[in-house]
């Protein structure tokens, strides 16, 4: 994976909240919690009727300022690809440029930007209190991703998935959760699991599969991505990078995250879904690259 060197990194896509809005140039300065349940719930969505509750805080509306001035202007600097915080903002830019064209050719939507927002530790959200524990995460009460950009490390460290394209992997996924509430299939969802609430695990590893499956559909057509001047985002991504992703994917399956816990695998607790199924669901999108062969709630 090569990123382009003369593409524009646009920080306004960030809302930068670590320490003092500066942060470092590597992307936190705390190690992520490991106990409770973000290492085994990696990747969430915060959906009221599934985790509301477990942060012991009601939706808000959440108006903390973040300061950009620090990210933009390491962002700026000749040595920025070097840089964790820049390249993953870069990596958010390709994201939603994909998105803004293709959401309303697959769906017929409008594309609403989502900001990614980088914290240190801790951070008040529209769906609550949260803290790095819970791993990355889309809030659909403010429409934003929440980073603690330490995680890569636990990602890399501890779970063995030590690729950097882990890395856009889980931003796409996140950003997924964002198409799923413009288009409304995470409302429809919802309302299912409140009338079957018998289905409410499957219900959710049906969201998630289709989250890796938009994952690897912007994958496919990542290097056709550019910044506002027409500058392409990625010079190129390898087959060595897609399988990154799907290692990436496996490392984080239900079984495999049951069993590393010292525990029986057992489907009926899925909220992700296996290894297999999420390997399965990222080489869907990415190998027809049509976000229309995600329908993980029709198979």
Not at 4 to 25: H, K, P, Y
Not at 192 to 205: F, I, K, T, Y
């Amino acid at each position: 994976m090569e990123l382009n060197e003369r593409a524009d990194v646009d920080t306004s896509q960030i809302e930068d909240r670590r320490g003092s809005g500066g942060g470092g140039g590597g992307g936190g300065r705390f190690p992520i919690p490991t106990s409770g349940g973000g290492i085994v719930g990696l990747i969430v969505t915060l959906i009221a009727v599934l985790v509301g509750g477990g942060f012991g805080v009601n939706a808000i509306t959440n108006d903390e300022p973040a300061d950009n001035g620090a990210i933009q202007q390491r962002c700026d600097a000749a040595d920025k690809l070097e840089l964790l915080d820049c390249r993953n903002t870069l990596f958010v830019n390709s994201i939603q440029a994909w998105w803004t064209k293709r959401l309303p050719e697959s769906f017929g939507e409008q594309y609403r930007p989502a900001p990614t927002v980088f914290f240190d530790q801790a951070v008040d959200t529209g769906c609550g209190a949260a803290d790095s524990g819970v791993g990355p995460f889309y809030c659909p009460a403010d429409h934003k991703v929440y980073i603690d950009l330490t995680f890569y490390q636990v990602l890399a460290d501890q779970l063995g998935a030590k690729g950097e394209f882990a890395q856009p992997y889980v931003l796409a996924h996140e950003y997924g959760h964002h198409i799923q509430s413009l288009i409304g299939t995470e409302a429809q969802m919802r309302r299912q699991q409140e009338r079957d609430p018998g289905d409410a695990n499957e219900l959710s590893v049906k969201l998630e599969l289709q989250a890796d499956c938009y994952a690897g559909a912007w994958a496919k057509n990542a290097t056709g991505t550019a910044d506002a001047d027409g500058d392409k985002i990625f010079t190129s991504i390898t087959d060595q990078d897609i399988q990154e992703g799907l290692d990436t994917a496996a490392a984080i399956g239900d079984d495999t995250l049951q069993k590393d816990a010292g525990q029986r695998v057992n489907p009926d607790g899925f909220t992700h879904g296996s290894s297999a199924q999420r390997q399965q669901w990222f080489r869907t999108g990415y190998d027809g690259g049509d976000p229309k062969a995600c329908d993980t709630f029709k198979s």
